[in-house]
């Protein structure tokens, strides 16, 4: 498992946000795959999760709560993205670890796509430039 933590500077009037980071998790035995990026924010000494990337899971993602035209669909390629779980309250959101997402239409054919999709989404301007993992599909 291969992590990347960015740490990204909140232009915001919040006191209390002390630190807004993007982590990036990567399987090194699963190329082009069970990749994440989630977007998190330290308030008071602790970090919540508030939207999350996830392109091709080893699973699907079934909503079970969320919007009526959301709840019961099944996604892969997704966006857990904040308006829709940030409706379920804080403590729900890490409870359920983001529960409610949305495909991600068109679905990145490469790692590359995501690292786009990223830059558009969070607004992280320099997203591009994160680099492929370290992939390989031989550990032993």
């Keep these: 498992r291969q992590y990347l933590r960015i740490p990204i500077v909140c232009d915001c009037d919040a006191p209390d946000v002390i630190g807004v980071s993007i982590e990036g998790t990567a399987w090194a035995d699963e190329p082009e795959k069970r990749v994440s990026f989630q977007l ?3 308030i008071g000494g602790t970090d919540f999760r508030v939207a999350r990337i996830d392109w091709r899971p080893r699973q699907p993602h079934i909503n079970k709560f969320g919007p009526p035209s959301l709840r019961g669909r099944t996604v892969l390629t997704s966006i857990h993205d904040f308006p829709e779980n940030a409706a379920l309250g804080l403590g729900e959101m890490q409870l359920r670890n983001l529960a409610v997402a949305k495909p ?8 590359t796509e995501v690292l786009t ?3 558009d989404t969070f607004r992280l ?5 994160i680099p492929v993992p370290p992939w390989s599909p031989q550990l032993f």
């Design 117 to 119: 999709y990223l830059r």
């Design 40 to 42: 998190k924010i330290d």
């Design 104 to 111: 991600i239409e068109p679905e990145p054919s490469e790692f």
């Design 125 to 129: 301007d320099n997203a591009t430039e």
